[in-house]
C-alpha cells in the first residue's frame, strides 16, 4: 500500500501546517490511518491515528493542536497542526495498519510512507 506524504516545510512558532497523506493503490476506509514522527535523536513517536470505525487517538503532546482526520472517498489522510512549537520539528510519516480498530498501531503498522519534513523556527 504505497503512502505518499505531503504538506511539509518550515513555519514559524505558533504557526500552522496541514499534512497529507495519499493511499496510491488501496482504500483507506478499512485501515488503521496514523501520523508518526522522529526527530533527531529521539524515538519515532505516535502523533495521532483513527481508527476505520473512526476513532481517534492522540499523543499527550499533540492533544489540542493537532486534528487527524480522513477522507475515504479520496484515499486521503490529514494532519491539522496548530500552534506549533520547536519541538514539533521532525520528518512526520504516515501509516497505515490492516487492523481497522488500531489496536497495535503503537507497536507496528504495515505500510509505511517515505516521510515529510517539518520544520519549526522561532
Known amino acids: 500500500v504505497p503512502l505518499v506524504e505531503s504538506g511539509g516545510g518550515e513555519v514559524q512558532v505558533g504557526g500552522s501546517l496541514r499534512l497529507s497523506c495519499a493511499l496510491t493503490?488501496?482504500?483507506?476506509?478499512?485501515?488503521?490511518m496514523g501520523w508518526f514522527r522522529r526527530s533527531p535523536g529521539k524515538e519515532r513517536e505516535g502523533v495521532a491515528a483513527?481508527?476505520?470505525?473512526?476513532?481517534?487517538s492522540y499523543a499527550d503532546s499533540v492533544k489540542g493542536r493537532f486534528t487527524v482526520s480522513k477522507d475515504n472517498a479520496k484515499n486521503t489522510l490529514h494532519l491539522q497542526m496548530y500552534s506549533l512549537k520547536p519541538e514539533d520539528t521532525a520528518m512526520y510519516y504516515c501509516?497505515?495498519?490492516?487492523?481497522?480498530?488500531?489496536?497495535?498501531?503503537?507497536?507496528?503498522?504495515?505500510?509505511w510512507g517515505q516521510g515529510t519534513l517539518v520544520t519549526i523556527s522561532s
Open positions: 483513527i481508527a476505520s470505525d473512526g476513532m481517534l
Open positions: 501509516a497505515a495498519d490492516h487492523w481497522g480498530d488500531c489496536r497495535s498501531w503503537l507497536v507496528g503498522m504495515d505500510f
Open positions: 493503490t488501496s482504500t483507506s476506509s478499512s485501515y488503521c
